[in-house]
């Protein structure tokens, strides 16, 4: 260990990243395809106007400790090369690991996380629970009934059927640099898409029925702009781990062209000069 890392350090940097003892509840909604469409970077096009999310515990990894996690996404193809994948909107991280998870994601491939007071799953039965809660205010509570079936079966194409062993998946996430002008004025560059590839070794995946969903949020999480038109399913998941075989930078991008829809999920308001926002919530 030494603040000087060597040769060998450097060629090792995220050679290896794995996920272990991960279980939670993934989750499906419809919602106005006109609406997701603006969430949605220039260079991607969205395949349904259906959200899926998640919230549930990394219990180790090789990149840090143990954190819970939660996301909202929506699958979409890029343009210029017809890679599909699921495009995560937001993400929000606690725990021990959370700055490790956090700093890794958005410095690597430009994952728009924040931090959040508390994420909770639980489960009691075949019933669960699961909310996110950051700077005081609720910003996705649900309640899940692990039925054997779905809402509709529009969530089977999202969450399948159900599986064990070996299952593959894609993420698609857009990475740029904020810079430091020599005027003295803050510029946006390096707009490009990053995809990542991942297997992931399945215990068991229960499906179920979404009796519940609320989505809240402050000015600064404005997750309630997100619609629910109906709900579709819940799947309630236990993973052994899960290896990130590949991240690829698949796509240049312009990144001015997606600037409004990049920095909601990334920055509080307080960065666009709107300071009270931090002095309006209740801790």
């Known amino acids: 260990m030494s603040l000087i890392v060597n040769e060998r350090d450097i060629q090792n940097f995220m050679a290896k990243t ?19 469409k603006k969430l949605v970077p220039a260079e991607m096009e969205l395949l349904a106007p259906i959200v899926t999310g998640y919230v549930g515990m990394i219990k180790g990894s090789s990149y840090s400790g143990p954190f819970t996690e939660s996301g909202l996404g929506v699958p979409v193809r890029v343009k210029e090369t017809g890679d599909t994948g699921n495009y995560f909107i937001s993400y929000m991280v606690h725990g021990p690991g959370g700055f490790n ?4 994601g958005r410095d690597y491939m430009g994952t728009p996380k924040k931090f959040a007071d508390s994420i909770e799953c639980r489960r009691t039965g075949k019933n669960v629970t699961a909310k996110v809660v950051r700077m005081g205010q609720t910003l996705v509570e649900l309640e899940a009934d692990l039925s054997g079936e779905y809402n509709s079966g529009l969530a089977e194409k999202v969450l399948g059927r159900g599986a064990s062993g070996t299952i593959s998946g894609c993420n698609l996430y857009y990475r740029f640099d904020v810079d430091a002008n020599r005027d003295g004025s803050v510029g946006f560059s390096n707009g490009h898409i990053v995809k990542l590839n991942r297997d992931t070794d399945v215990r068991s995946i229960e499906m179920g029925n979404l009796t519940a969903i609320t989505l809240g949020g402050t000015e600064n999480d404005p997750y309630y702009e997100l619609e629910i038109s109906q ?3 819940v799947v309630f998941y236990n993973y052994k781990e899960t290896r990130v075989n590949r991240v690829a930078r698949v796509a240049d991008a312009d990144v001015y062209k997606s600037l409004p829809c ?7 308001r307080g960065v ?10 209740a801790y």
């Open 18 to 36: 794995v996920m272990y003892e991960q279980e939670g509840i993934s989750f499906c909604f419809s919602s106005p395809e006109e609406k997701l």
């Open 231 to 233: 709900p579709l399913g």
């Open 262 to 268: 990049l920095l909601s999920s990334r920055y509080d």
């Open 101 to 104: 998870a956090t700093t890794i």
């Open 272 to 281: 666009f000069g709107e300071t009270e926002c931090y002095l309006t919530t």
